[in-house]
């Protein structure tokens, strides 16, 4: 992922219409694509770190007893949470 520069009146791109003078940040594969047919069109400024992706937020669910009032935690485990699934 590098982040460009458009020198053209427009570009279409991955990331729609982008117009002159103004920056985005493109895939590799799609600069290398774009500097083959029309190589004056954009500049690469500078390389783009990825942010690894968030972890999706585990929804906890309340433990529940056979008949289906919900269950307490026990006092004598301190390491286990036996109310929470």
């Known amino acids: 992922m590098k982040k460009v520069l458009v020198n053209a009146i427009k570009l279409h791109c991955s990331k729609g219409r982008v117009e002159k003078g103004e920056t985005v940040i493109l895939p590799d594969e799609e600069i290398a694509k774009i500097?083959?047919?029309?190589?004056?069109?954009?500049?690469?400024?500078?390389?783009?770190?990825?942010?690894?992706?968030?972890?999706?937020?585990?929804?906890?669910?309340?433990?529940?007893?056979?008949?289906?009032?919900?269950?307490?935690?026990?006092?004598s485990t301190p390491d286990v949470n036996e109310a929470w699934e």
């Open 35 to 75: 500097n083959k047919l029309r190589p004056h069109i954009i500049t690469v400024m500078e390389d783009v770190v990825e942010k690894p992706a968030k972890k999706p937020l585990l929804k906890r669910k309340r433990a529940r007893n056979t008949n289906g009032t919900l269950k307490s935690d026990d006092p």
